[in-house]
């Protein structure tokens, strides 16, 4: 069964950090990716890393986030650093991935709350 499954949201002040992960079992992935919907918005893009580890950012989080991912065997998990958060990056993350089939696959969502 191919499944994503994220942990790390919650609730954290202005200017704070968190880290999300992202468990991946099930295939062999070429592409990660991070996206994210705040309430009323469609979802967009937050960031994306390849089999090579070339890495895009939305403008919005350059600088204050990084995605990463640990191939190592039998584990493949993919990270978000969030540092320098903002009341704007309220919203619910999602983990995304792409196999090397180019099946889309998609986790369940971990909520993040940037609120003093």
């Known amino acids: 069964q191919v499944q994503l499954v994220e942990s790390g949201g919650g609730l954290v002040q202005p200017g704070g950090s968190l880290r999300l992960s992202c468990a991946a079992s099930g295939s062999i992935f070429s592409i990660y990716g991070w996206y994210r919907q705040a309430p009323g918005n469609q979802r967009e893009l937050v960031a994306t890393?390849?089999?090579?580890?070339?890495?895009?950012?939305a403008d919005s989080v350059k600088g204050r986030f990084t995605i990463s991912r640990d191939n190592a065997k039998m584990k493949n998990t993919v990270y978000l650093q969030m540092n320098s958060l903002k009341p704007e990056d309220t919203a619910v993350y999602y983990c995304?991935?792409?196999?090397?089939?180019?099946?889309?696959?998609w986790g369940q969502g971990t909520l993040v709350t940037v609120s003093s």
């Open positions: 995304y991935a792409q196999t090397v089939t180019s099946r889309e696959v």
């Open positions: 890393i390849t089999s090579v580890a070339n890495t895009n950012y």
